[in-house]
């Protein structure tokens, strides 16, 4: 048992994170509309009432869930926060969105499954506009340092073309040339 406030708030944020963990693993295998909080609270080996002591419906969970994944993977988007993308900060992001491609599978499919489905869609979207908006507007911004007429379509053309290699790279993880693909990213983006 925990013997302070903090070791309490840091073993309630640690059981929440593995809630999340295995809600998202069902979310991905089995969609959203065939995962129960039953399922969730067996996969995550608690009881269904602790279940509800974290998060008040399925349709919560997966609101934090993709805000948490969006939150994580944008802060590395402008490390040093001064809204301003520097080539440097650019290719770090390009490299760090291919790491987190690689190692976070379960949470891009559930990305894809949300876009798929507008039911589930209207849950996250308004958390997804929050994080993505200020993305794609530095990102805008950095393409018109690069002299592009049209700045705001090449970051809605990169944030697409981002999509479709997490898509084909999750259908064909072993065969996809992920490392090749991203120098050719590097080589036409910077």
Not at 38 to 53: D, E, F, P, Q, V
Not at 62 to 72: L, M, N, Q, T, Y
Not at 157 to 168: E, I, P
Not at 177 to 187: A, D, H, R, S
Request: zero cysteines; hydrophobic letters at 45%.
């Amino acid at each position: 048992m925990p013997r302070t406030e903090v070791q309490f708030k840091e073993r309630r944020e640690q059981k929440r994170i593995h809630i999340m963990d295995a809600a998202l693993e069902l979310f991905a295998e089995k969609g959203f509309a065939s995962t129960s909080i039953t399922m969730i609270a067996k996969h995550a080996s608690i009881s269904k009432g602790l279940m509800y002591n974290y998060f008040e419906s399925k349709e919560e969970l997966i609101i934090s869930i993709v805000h948490d994944g969006f939150d994580k993977f944008l802060r590395e988007f402008d490390p040093n926060e001064d809204g301003v993308l520097t080539d440097e900060e650019f290719e770090y992001f390009i490299d760090k969105t291919f790491e987190v491609l690689k190692i976070s599978l379960h949470f891009w499919k559930l990305y894809f499954m949300v876009m798929a489905q507008p039911q589930v869609l209207k849950l996250v979207e308004k958390k997804l506009m929050e994080l993505v908006i200020p993305f794609i507007t530095i990102l805008s911004e950095y393409f018109a340092t690069k002299g592009h007429k049209n700045p705001m379509a090449y970051a809605q053309f990169f944030g697409a073309m981002l999509d479709g290699v997490s898509l084909n790279y999750m259908m064909d993880t072993d065969n996809f040339p992920i490392e090749e693909i991203k120098q050719i990213i590097k080589t036409k983006f910077i």
